[in-house]
């Protein structure tokens, strides 16, 4: 069994800057791990993703050049810059048995309970 938390959510300005930290434990060995998030009345929506190795990642454009995912062990980071309003929205962390990333949600295996992410303009 898989257990996946998220941390590091919070209520910053617009401009500012988050880190959000996703552990994983149980039977990682060789999974990808990804990140969604889901605004109110909305889908939930591709946000970044990482492989084992650290060596492959893809982002959602509306978050490219802004936000960086990076893995440290067990541990996968998502550090957001320039955050704007349209980035408020509960984040969630999410492990998929494979060595491929994918931005599909429904490839995923596992998932966290979500932090929020509000930002104020």
């Known amino acids: 069994q898989v257990q996946v938390a998220e941390s590091g959510g919070g209520l910053v300005q617009a401009g500012a800057s988050l880190r959000l930290s996703c552990t994983a434990s149980?039977?990682?060995?060789?999974?990808?791990t990804g990140w969604f998030r889901q605004a109110p009345g909305k889908d939930r929506e591709f946000v970044s993703t990482i492989n084992w190795q650290g060596t492959s990642t893809r982002y959602a454009d509306s978050v490219k050049g802004r936000f960086t995912i990076s893995r440290r062990k067990g541990t996968v980071d998502l550090q957001m810059n320039d955050l704007r309003s349209e980035d408020t929205a509960v984040y969630y962390c999410a492990v998929r048995n494979s060595y491929f990333t994918s931005s599909s949600a429904e490839q995923y295996n596992y998932w966290g309970q979500g932090t929020q992410v509000t930002v104020s303009s």
């Open positions: 149980g039977d990682i060995f060789g999974t990808v």
